[in-house]
């Protein structure tokens, strides 16, 4: 299929591709890959399932004819399992927001690039939704019963039976009932991006862009609002998150009319609802699938369900009354500030030594990036460093940092993984090179960038011959 996607690229500029990097994988079973040729840069995308290809396509070339911020599609094998796309860089909310998301305290710089994100998104329900054909959805056109019964059922076995709490399945499908009516009372012609999140956000000289819509549907504009600003590890303060609903009521009411008290009496449901939802997929992945990062994210989403809680759900009695029992256990307070694991990762120049391990657990891979060609050797890259295109270019051309990357990503994955398990809280990686400046800074960067995404950590970069330190 990569043998596809050079035709696609082909075909599309006139040039053979001279680089082909895969990027980090997301959540699903796509692959991902940043083509280049001169200056010109695309992404090409290889997916397994050609139905939810052809609904990112034909969305995606429906939100720009709407004039919307999405990544335009060039173009698409005939079997649908390939396409490539417009390239929008590495910038991601999600990264954008480190910070505050760490510390719990979100800068003013953080908090605008959040309200721009949401400003965008009534934009997205209601021109999105705007003459859509709804059946280029997948898996389903639409927010309806059966999905509501899904994401329930998935609570319920996958989370609450699995924590050992007595209840009355009777009672509680009763009050499912009741929700799932209330959940559906206003419908409407809008689009439900359905992973509204801050990983599914771009940012591009400043503004959002946005990424991975091809599970939405038509549904209510209370579901996206719920996902983006309960995510269960942003710890959004409670100013933070009225700021963000304020600032997308304001936008809401350029396409229709608002009454205050009724919206958000509908998005405190949509909040539970969606909270209801994490845990079973917490619960899944981390009791079922035995991944611990998962039940470490469980006390964040206790805590969105306690506040919830504050005001009784009066509605569904038998499941307040569960809900109120299940938030109060002890293992759903506990804190996992102080078991999460912490990668620490170097650059370093070898005449200057192997940098110390301050955490007294005596070190961890050193990764010796010499063999790899070196572009400190020529005048013209001295004046840069690893993180510059310049370098970056001269050392994706031959492949030789790639293959060396892909090696030391398995080895460090596999590490991550059992450290995670075994609730070890430090971790140390250095890359040493000859000056800590060009390779050793590419490779930490890179390394950096692929377990933040992929694991439940903390990653503090630090390139210690530039005087750089980062968290993310």
């Known amino acids: 299929m990569e043998d596809t996607l050079k035709r696609l690229f082909e075909q599309y500029t006139g040039r053979q591709p001279e680089s082909r990097t895969e990027l980090p994988g997301s959540g699903s079973n796509r692959r991902y890959f940043r083509m280049q040729a001169g200056n010109i840069s695309l992404i ?69 690039l959040l309200c721009r994100t949401i400003e965008q998104l009534p934009r997205i329900q209601f021109r999105g939704g705007s003459g859509l054909d709804w059946s280029v959805c997948h898996p389903q056109p639409a927010f309806d019963a059966r999905t509501i019964d899904f994401d329930l059922n998935y609570f319920k076995y996958c ?67 719920a996902s983006f600003i309960w995510q269960a590890r942003s710890r959004y303060p409670e100013e933070l998150k009225q700021e963000l609903i304020r ?25 539970l609802f969606r909270t209801l939802q994490v845990l079973g997929a917490y619960g899944f992945r981390g009791y ?13 989403a206790m805590d969105n369900l306690r506040a919830l809680l504050r005001k009784p759900f009066d509605s569904y009695p038998y499941l307040n009354d569960l809900l109120s029992q ?20 170097y650059s370093f120049a070898y005449k200057k030594g192997i940098p110390a391990d301050n955490t007294g657990n005596g070190g961890g891979y050193v990764f010796d990036c010499r063999s790899i060609n070196n572009p400190g050797k020529y005048e013209h890259y001295r004046q840069f460093n690893g993180n510059d295109p310049e370098v970056i270019k001269f050392l994706e051309d031959d492949g030789e940092v790639t293959e060396f990357l892909a090696s030391v990503y398995r080895l460090a994955e596999a590490h991550v993984q059992r450290f995670i ?8 990686i250095c890359f040493g090179c000859t000056g800590g400046q060009h390779r050793s800074v590419y490779c930490a960067e890179h390394l950096a960038r692929h377990l933040a995404g992929k694991f439940n950590v903390r990653v503090r970069l630090t390139h210690r011959e530039m005087n750089m330190e980062k968290i993310l």
Do not use: C
């Not at 009411?253 to 449901?269: A, H």
């Not at 398990?421 to 140390?428: P, S």
């Open 44 to 112: 090409g995308v290889i997916g397994t399932s050609p139905e939810e290809n052809r609904a990112f396509v034909t969305l995606s070339r429906h939100f720009r004819e709407k004039g919307l911020k999405v990544p335009a599609v060039f173009a698409s094998s005939e079997d649908a399992l390939s396409y490539i796309q417009e390239d929008l860089g590495d910038k991601i909310l999600f990264d954008s927001i480190a910070q505050g998301r760490e510390s719990g305290l979100y800068s003013s710089m953080e908090t605008a």
């Open 159 to 225: 989370f609450l039976k699995a924590t050992g709490v007595e209840f009355n399945e009777v009672l509680l499908q009763d009050d499912f009932e009741k929700m799932k009516a209330d959940l559906l009372e206003e419908q409407g012609d809008t689009f439900m991006y359905r992973d509204f999140q801050a990983r599914n956000v771009m940012i591009r000289d400043g503004e959002p862009w946005f990424i991975d819509f091809q599970g939405g549907r038509r549904g209510p504009i209370y579901y996206d609002v």
């Open 421 to 428: 398990e075994r609730k070890f809280t430090h971790l140390q």
């Open 247 to 271: 600032t997308y009521v304001r936008s809401l009411r350029s396409f229709r009319e608002v009454d205050e008290d009724l919206f958000n009496e509908r998005l405190r449901l949509f909040v």
């Open 326 to 345: 299940l938030s109060s256990m002890p293992q759903f307070y506990e804190s996992t500030s102080n078991t999460r694991l912490e990668v620490r990762i």
């Open 288 to 300: 079922f699938e035995k991944k611990p990062h998962f039940l470490a994210s469980v006390p964040f």
